[in-house]
């Protein structure tokens, strides 16, 4: 297992058109995080799953955004109505349970990202 | 609310030049404290981390030591290598929260 992975790496769309981004997390990793980046900002936390369960969502997560974890494998993000407010770079990162709990032998605290999938809409 | 602040960058060095790149937080409680990279063409990936107060974290040459008292967490090296182009993240989590905050993100060239 190389890591995790999302794919398209880059999406170009029309103000109004959805658009899904997938993520694959490394394969022993129960948690799953997506983030967004704007140009010179940090990420921005907008939601995580512990197995196929949704455990916490973003106020940033309006309604035109779901995210889901079918199996507790790979995740998908999609935005329906997309608004060039959305152009960003939609980070997803992977965990062990508990990593940002207490210091236990496999809480190492780290969340293990992927590259991106960068949206821009037109 | 947590969060966290970062020197503004970009920061740009001559090579073997030392390195500080100040981040501050506001949080209640006792978070711990991260710094992450992204390298050129990469994902984010942990530098370093340090979970209670006076704790430092190092790696690769880096260090950055919990300040409690001034809640800070200013990442440090001696010498940097043209390989440190990157840009840093600061980011704390804070216990029981299942998320990172991380701060603005500083861009460090280093010129050979």
């Known amino acids: 297992d190389t890591g995790v992975s999302q794919d398209p790496r880059h999406k170009i769309t029309k103000r109004g058109q959805n658009v899904t981004f997938r993520c694959d997390p490394i394969?022993?990793?129960?948690?799953l995080y997506w983030y967004r980046q704007t140009l010179g900002q940090g990420p921005e936390f907008l939601t995580y799953?512990?197995?196929?369960?949704?455990?916490?969502k973003s106020r940033l997560l309006s309604d035109r955004f779901s995210a889901e974890r079918p199996k507790g494998s790979f995740s998908t993000l999609e935005i329906q109505r997309t608004e060039q407010g959305d152009s960003a770079m939609y980070l997803c990162?992977?965990?062990?349970?508990?990593?940002?709990?207490?210091?236990?032998?496999?809480?190492?605290?780290?969340?293990?990202f992927g590259e991106g999938s960068r949206l821009t809409v037109l | 609310g947590n969060s966290v602040t970062q020197m503004e960058g970009p920061v740009t060095l001559s090579e073997e030049a030392f390195l500080t790149i100040n981040c501050t937080y506001t949080?209640?409680?006792?978070?711990?404290l991260f710094w992450y990279v992204q390298y050129p063409g990469e994902g984010l990936q942990l530098l370093l981390k340090?979970?209670?107060?006076?704790d430092k974290g190092s790696n690769k040459g880096f260090e950055a030591t919990y300040r409690k008292e001034t809640t800070s967490f200013h990442l440090e090296k001696g010498s940097v290598q043209v390989s440190d182009s990157a840009v840093y993240f600061c980011?704390?989590?804070?216990?029981?929260?299942?998320?990172?905050?991380f701060g603005q993100g500083t861009r460090l060239t280093i010129n050979p």
């Open positions: 990162a992977s965990s062990l349970r508990d990593v940002l709990g207490s210091e236990t032998p496999t809480n190492t605290g780290e969340l293990f």
């Open positions: 394969s022993e990793h129960n948690r």
């Open positions: 799953f512990q197995n196929e369960a949704q455990l916490e």
């Open positions: 949080a209640t409680g006792y978070p711990s």
């Open positions: 340090a979970t209670k107060a006076d």
């Open positions: 980011a704390l989590s804070h216990q029981g929260a299942q998320k990172l905050v």
